[in-house]
């Protein structure tokens, strides 16, 4: 039986230009024959469908930080969502902050259609953000009051560590097991990203689904990632390995550290030297 092989995407498969390498292309298409090969991120699913062109797919993708498990064939095999209201109590909090999310929700569940919704006020990470990476994005919904959505997927914010965290410590003691609180450190905008979830969102559970989905076992299952919402993943899989770049944290739980990190190939150069061909 193939073995399973799971990726995150960024900081660790794809390089810092946010790009799948040639090299990491050929060897995954290589060695998709001989083993499962798929991802686990935080992006959304028509985001991922453009990093993954050409590759071959045979196992479920793990989406949204774990919101969403969905078949090679592009159909939901689990989905994870906050409702309307808890989403507008989220917001009516964060406002006090002086801060406002990204709503991202799920319009479709046939077409996997997604909107980013859009504050009318932005900090200037947020700015950045859409303006170097979203700003032709036909998903994006220019909101005059941010409000939750019906499928929300998640709640993102971006800022400052002192504004995020109290704000990240203020919504868990309010909101409690009703919701999942993530707070960490995002390289390429220098900025911390707080971002909220339906409780059973993460790529542990998500992972779970996809075994379940494939009946294998999870000593079967090999993780790579670099970052604080791999940890849970490393936990359930049977080997779970970091990139030389990875957080420090993400190190201590992994049973292998790479030596050479996302912009050198580390994942493909892995699987390459490990999987027989």
Same mark, same amino acid.
């Not at 032709?136 to 914010?157: F, N």
């Not at 971002?195 to 090999?222: C, F, G, M, Q, R």
């Given at each position: 039986?193939?073995?399973?092989?799971?990726?995150?995407?960024?900081?660790?498969?794809?390089?810092?230009?946010?790009?799948?390498?040639?090299?990491? &292309?050929?060897?995954?298409?290589?060695?998709?024959?001989? #083993?499962?090969?798929?991802?686990?991120? #935080?992006?959304?699913?028509?985001?991922?469908?453009?990093?993954?062109?050409?590759?071959?797919?045979? #196992?479920?993708?793990?989406?949204?930080?774990?919101?969403?498990?969905?078949?090679?064939?592009?159909?939901?095999?689990?989905?994870?969502?906050?409702?309307?209201?808890?989403?507008?109590?989220?917001?009516?909090?964060?406002?006090?902050?002086?801060?406002?999310?990204?709503?991202?929700?799920?319009?479709?569940?046939?077409?996997?259609?997604?909107?980013?919704?859009?504050?009318?006020?932005?900090?200037?990470?947020?700015?950045?953000?859409?303006?170097?990476?979203?700003?032709?994005?036909?998903?994006?919904?220019?909101?005059?009051?941010?409000?939750?959505?019906?499928?929300?997927?998640?709640?993102?914010?971006?800022?400052?560590?002192?504004?995020?965290?109290?704000?990240?410590?203020?919504?868990?003691?309010?909101?409690?097991?009703?919701?999942?609180?993530?707070?960490?450190?995002?390289?390429?905008?220098?900025?911390?990203?707080?971002?909220?979830?339906?409780?059973?969102?993460?790529?542990?559970? #998500?992972?779970?689904?996809?075994?379940?989905?494939?009946? &294998?076992?999870?000593?079967?299952?090999?993780?790579?990632?670099?970052?604080?919402?791999?940890?849970?993943?490393?936990?359930?899989?049977?080997?779970?390995?970091?990139?030389?770049?990875?957080?420090?944290?993400?190190?201590?739980?992994?049973?292998?550290?790479?030596?050479?990190?996302?912009?050198?190939?580390?994942?493909?150069?892995?699987?390459?030297?490990?999987?027989?061909?």
């Amino acid at each position: 039986m193939p073995k399973l092989y799971i990726t995150d995407l960024d900081h660790t498969f794809l390089h810092s230009t946010q790009k799948v390498s040639t090299f990491s &292309k050929k060897i995954w298409n290589e060695k998709s024959h001989h #083993a499962l090969l798929s991802i686990a991120t #935080a992006r959304s699913f028509s985001k991922t469908n453009e990093f993954l062109k050409g590759l071959n797919l045979k #196992a479920p993708l793990i989406l949204m930080d774990g919101a969403m498990v969905v078949s090679p064939e592009q159909k939901l095999i689990d989905l994870k969502t906050l409702n309307k209201e808890i989403g507008d109590a989220i917001i009516s909090e964060s406002i006090k902050f002086g801060i406002y999310p990204y709503v991202i929700s799920l319009n479709n569940h046939k077409t996997l259609d997604e909107t980013f919704s859009i504050p009318p006020i932005l900090n200037s990470y947020q700015e950045f953000l859409i303006r170097e990476n979203y700003a032709s994005d036909k998903r994006l919904s220019y909101k005059k009051r941010i409000e939750g959505a019906k499928d929300t997927l998640k709640l993102v914010y971006m800022g400052e560590e002192k504004i995020l965290r109290p704000l990240a410590q203020h919504l868990s003691s309010m909101f409690g097991d009703t919701i999942e609180v993530k707070l960490a450190p995002e390289n390429y905008m220098k900025c911390y990203f707080l971002t909220i979830l339906h409780p059973l969102s993460d790529k542990a559970h #998500a992972l779970t689904k996809v075994l379940e989905y494939l009946n &294998k076992d999870s000593l079967d299952t090999t993780v790579f990632g670099d970052g604080l919402n791999d940890i849970g993943m490393f936990k359930l899989a049977g080997t779970a390995i970091a990139v030389s770049n990875a957080l420090d944290a993400v190190k201590n739980e992994a049973d292998i550290v790479l030596s050479k990190s996302n912009d050198e190939d580390a994942v493909a150069n892995y699987l390459h030297e490990t999987i027989n061909s």
